[in-house]
């Protein structure tokens, strides 16, 4: 008995290579080296950010942490 197979590139062999193609290319442009570009956060994002206001003194007095004097 002889198998009587296509050739041609079958359904399923066109979409799983489509698959392989598609994911390939995405990778190659997603690991493509280009220019960095560093952040900056500015004068206001650096400075102190912790205050200690009433409402933080009452959590600590609460709570029983001791406070600073």
Do not use: C, W
Request: net charge positive; proline share 7%.
């Amino acid at each position: 008995m002889q198998d009587k197979r296509p050739t041609g590139l079958s359904r399923r062999n066109f979409l799983r290579a489509f698959g392989g193609v598609s994911t390939t290319a995405v990778a190659a442009v997603a690991l493509a080296p280009g220019e960095a570009q560093a952040y900056d956060p500015g004068e206001e994002e650096t400075g102190p950010r912790y205050r200690e206001t009433d409402h933080i003194k009452a959590f600590y007095r609460v709570n029983g942490y001791p406070l600073k004097k």
